[in-house]
């Protein structure tokens, strides 16, 4: 499954290519049209751009399939991220979970109600080989749990989507973000109308999606006979009379309203067994967690420090920077991949900041490839490159050096027009209006600024973590 969404992306990143070109055409003669011309270029810039999303659409739907079909049998839809390595066995009774944030691997096997040593001895080696570390399984701590499909997991697999969704909403910003930098002619109202009706139509999909989820669980629940005791929570309403409440559409659409309202009463709801026979006999899941070499991150960083040097020199960017940030992105893995879906070291995005590294340091106006992306010399060179764009041309108004930074550090997660929006009272994406408030706090003021009012959780979350992580490797 992961290769084949692989291969679809690629192939789709390629066509992209051309649909940019075209773009590139298009723009050139833009203004000299009549307002029948310019009617029509908007209709066809509207229809270009929806072909090339199209290909995420597809790609989000057959993630969702995939990991339907894993809740099925495990209760929960784990799946590699970029900090995360989830690989199963053909026949998806065993799963090994390799969490590069916590330094902990977690070999598992889904047997029967009664379980089978023996055959669990033989499904799971003693010594296993996690990234040319030898690691003794006799060492781990065993748990054994019973695939009850449980509230907290439901719960788990629902914030998967939402996170996905804010990730996407980001992009769509920085998307909009970049056309209107490109000065192509189209007026900005209609650039950021279209993002806000992208954005709608992405939350819709996100409650179909929700519901999907909420409908899977208790369809398995009823199959094991689990009743449900409701505890009804008091569901959360916008509060329209404060703009620096309705941002990031409305905080998610109130975490898409709470989480689809009605249904989300079973979410909160407690387990209770009951008397009824279940359909199903319940799984069990025997799980053997410990934790890998103190010193395995160390390791990792220490493969790429020659690059990280080298690009912090050609791109004047403190090298501790680049560390931190590859460290916060990956956990310096070079073959991570985001579903945003982003990739490698530095978690770049062909569409955004590979688009723009390709244009203003390649000149060439297209979507990086994926493949490239893999390739460790060529992803710290594109993430670093874009980290200079970002400090020396978006932000450059920015006069603090440890302000620009913040800033920076912040853009490169969600783009200088949501950095702008965290200081605009008006929340516009104009950077060079935000400068001028920024130019008048301190870089302490303008740090605290940003985690309180960035229009994103992920984004304050992300400048907390790579900012903190820099110390690591000055």
């Avoid at 899977?216 to 009804?232: D, H």
């Avoid at 090298?319 to 579903?339: D, L, P, Q, R, V």
Wanted: aromatic share 8%.
């Amino acid at each position: 499954m992961t290769i084949a969404i692989t291969s679809m992306l690629m192939s789709n990143t390629v066509s992209a290519k051309d649909l940019f070109v075209e773009l590139e055409s298009e723009k050139k003669y833009v203004n000299s049209l009549s307002k029948e011309k310019v009617a029509e270029f908007h209709l066809w810039l509207n229809n270009y751009l929806d072909g090339y999303e199209q290909w995420r659409d597809a790609y989000i739907n057959d993630l969702d399939i995939y990991r339907s079909a894993l809740i099925e049998q495990w209760g929960r839809g784990d799946v590699s991220d970029k900090n995360k390595y989830v690989e199963y066995s053909d026949d998806n009774q065993v799963k090994k979970v390799i969490d590069y944030d916590n330094n902990t691997v977690t070999i598992s096997v889904l047997t029967d109600e009664i379980i089978n040593e023996k055959k669990i001895a033989q499904l799971v080696p003693q010594k296993i080989d996690i990234d040319g570390i030898n690691i003794n399984l006799s060492q781990a701590d065993k748990r054994i749990e019973t695939v009850n499909y449980s509230f907290e997991n439901e719960r788990k697999e629902k914030r998967f989507v939402i996170d996905q969704i804010e990730s996407q909403m980001q992009q769509l910003d920085i998307q909009a973000e970049r056309l209107i930098l490109a000065e192509t002619g189209i007026p900005p109202s209609f650039i950021y109308q279209r993002s806000n009706d992208k954005k709608e139509k992405l939350l819709q999909s996100g409650k179909k999606r929700l519901l999907t989820i909420v409908d899977l669980y208790e369809k398995k629940r009823t199959e094991l006979g689990i009743e449900r005791v409701e505890n009804k929570p008091k569901l959360t309403t916008p509060e329209t009379n404060n703009k620096s409440v309705i941002t990031s559409q409305s905080k998610i659409k109130i975490e898409i309203l709470d989480s689809t309202s009605k249904k989300e009463f079973n979410i909160l709801a407690k387990e209770k067994s009951n008397d009824k026979e279940s359909v199903i006999k319940p799984k069990k899941i025997v799980s053997y967690n410990l934790l890998l070499p103190a010193n395995s991150l160390q390791k990792r960083a220490a493969q790429y420090q020659a690059i990280v040097d080298k690009e912090s020199k050609r791109w004047l960017i403190d090298s501790a920077i680049i560390m931190a940030i590859i460290h916060s992105e990956s956990s310096f893995k070079s073959n991570a991949k985001s579903y945003i879906p982003a990739y490698g070291l530095m978690q770049v995005v062909p569409t955004s900041a590979g688009h723009d590294v390709n244009k203003y340091i390649h000149k060439i106006d297209a979507p990086m490839e994926v493949s490239d992306l893999y390739v460790p010399l060529v992803n710290v060179e594109t993430g670093s490159a874009y980290l200079n764009i970002l400090n020396n041309r978006y932000l450059k108004a920015i006069t603090n050096e440890q302000s620009r930074m913040y800033c920076m550090i912040a853009a490169y997660n969600t783009g200088a027009g949501n950095v702008a929006r965290a200081f605009n009272k008006d929340r516009s994406t104009n950077i060079n209006k935000a400068a001028i408030v920024i130019n008048s706090m301190s870089s302490q003021q303008v740090y605290d600024h940003l985690v309180k009012n960035l229009p994103y959780d992920e984004t304050k979350n992300y400048l907390k973590k790579v900012n903190n992580r820099i110390a690591l490797y000055k």
